[in-house]
């Protein structure tokens, strides 16, 4: 069996709601310090990770009481750019992966291809991208577009996908000569138009830049509806899936997908399954739960609301905190996506208050030692529920105690290198 694969989140101030209001002796760090920035990377590096991975957003969040009011004043919403910061990291890494957010609801695919191209020959091979479609109006109205519907968007998303992929290979391998005697720089015959010409996108290459050390980057895609699965099983390289609330779901869910994958006429292991994970590591599990109980105390409501209104594009400042959930599911576009949620909140009776906890304290997190961090790690990746994990540290400081107490365990049991046996993204996933 392969090795476990583990991606480190970026986020300097932490991957909760809550995560910059845990105390420190340091202030709260600014998304785009690149000292803290270098420093995870480096760390991750030394661990041993696949890769680090940036998110993206192309607005402020603005649906809810039709202002950014409350989303600012409760949460951190910035947001660098990701290519910019990785292409800094690719100067004080040697080994790691690098990969950020795109969306494909309004980039340039021309403009996408030359800018991971660029990385992956900066890196020497250790560029990826997580290809995600857009759904909130805020980063429309920035585009100055109009916000497509579900089945648009990723109709454009495979569109965007098949460009980006035609012109990285508009250059093929081996075409720089670079004679100096003959003054012959490429052979022309191995470059080629990409004549890119459907419904979304007229794009005639060929690519300004030749073929990337690794051909193409590795494609990433997150989501969990119908037709993500559709795309990322024909696609993708690596999925950042939503975790499932035990191992025999994520054994199915795990199954399903490797076996459309299969479908699509592809090798099941062409493509990593990665769910998130927040780790909360304790020398006990009464610190663990301690640790988890104060981040819970500092969350606040609004900063679950906030980024929900963005996410189901609707407007939650209509209800009060302290009413019963209300039934909003026939007014959502995506019902898929979000019915087990809603359901299993009225079901329980919550309030909008208390749904909103249950959301900031369900999915993603783990809190226990690290010894039961790496047995839980370990059993969902040797019984074939996951290919390893997207850790996700919910606070500033808290990935110190996953490298350096998970790591070594993991490493003991045999499942994680204890050195880079390869120098690309894609040898270090596995990936042809």
């Known amino acids: 069996m392969s090795s476990l694969h583990l991606a480190l989140f970026l986020e300097t101030t932490g991957c909760h709601y809550a995560g910059w209001r845990m105390p420190s002796s340091q202030p709260v760090p600014h998304p785009a310090d690149f000292k803290q920035l270098k420093a995870l990377a480096m760390q991750a590096e030394q661990a041993k990770f696949d890769l680090v991975f940036m998110a993206d957003k192309l607005s402020v969040d603005d649906i809810y009481g039709n202002h950014y009011a409350e989303a600012v004043t409760h949460r951190v919403t910035e947001r660098p750019d990701p290519f910019s910061v990785l292409s800094a990291l690719s100067a004080v890494t040697e080994k790691i992966g690098l990969a950020g957010t795109i969306s494909s609801s309004f980039a340039s695919p021309f403009a996408a291809a030359r800018t991971l191209a660029t990385l992956d020959h900066l890196s020497q091979g250790r560029a990826g991208w997580n290809v995600v479609t857009s759904t909130s109006g805020g980063e429309a109205r920035n585009f100055g577009v109009p916000l497509l519907n579900h089945d648009q968007r990723y109709h454009k998303a495979d569109s965007f996908i098949e460009a980006v992929f035609r012109l990285w290979d508009s250059w093929e391998a081996g075409a720089i000569v670079g004679d100096r005697e003959k003054g012959i720089y490429a052979d022309a ?52 899936a939503s975790e499932k609330p035990s191992l025999a779901a994520a054994q199915t869910y795990y199954a399903a997908i490797k076996a459309k994958v299969v479908q699509y006429g592809r090798s099941a292991n062409s493509l990593k399954v990665l769910p998130g994970l927040q780790p909360i590591i304790g020398a006990t599990q009464k610190e663990a739960d301690e640790l988890l109980a104060e981040l819970s105390q500092l969350h606040h409501p609004l900063a679950t609301l906030t980024h929900l209104s963005n996410t189901m594009d609707y407007d939650w400042s209509q209800h009060a905190l302290d009413e019963a959930m209300p039934d909003i599911l026939a007014q959502l576009s995506r019902r898929e996506r979000f019915a087990p ?16 906890k249950w959301i900031a304290r ?42 350096n107490h998970v790591i070594p365990l993991l490493q003991e049991r045999g499942i994680f290198r204890e050195a880079y046996e390869h120098d690309t993204l894609r040898g270090h996933l596995g990936l042809q």
């Open 362 to 403: 369900s999915g993603f997190i783990v809190a226990g030692t690290a010894e039961s961090l790496a047995e839980r790690i370990a059993l969902w990746y040797q019984q074939r529920g996951v290919d390893g994990f997207v850790i996700m540290p919910p606070w500033p400081g808290a990935a110190d105690a996953f490298f």
């Open 189 to 240: 015959s191995k470059i080629h138009y990409a004549d890119i010409n459907n419904q979304w996108f007229n794009v005639q290459g060929p690519l300004n830049l030749s073929r990337a050390p690794q051909g193409r980057p590795v494609t990433i895609q997150a989501g969990g509806s119908g037709a993500f699965t559709e795309l990322a099983a024909q696609r993708a390289d690596a999925i950042f």
């Open 341 to 356: 949620m809603l359901d299993h909140a009225r079901e329980q009776g919550m309030t909008l208050r208390q749904f909103t």
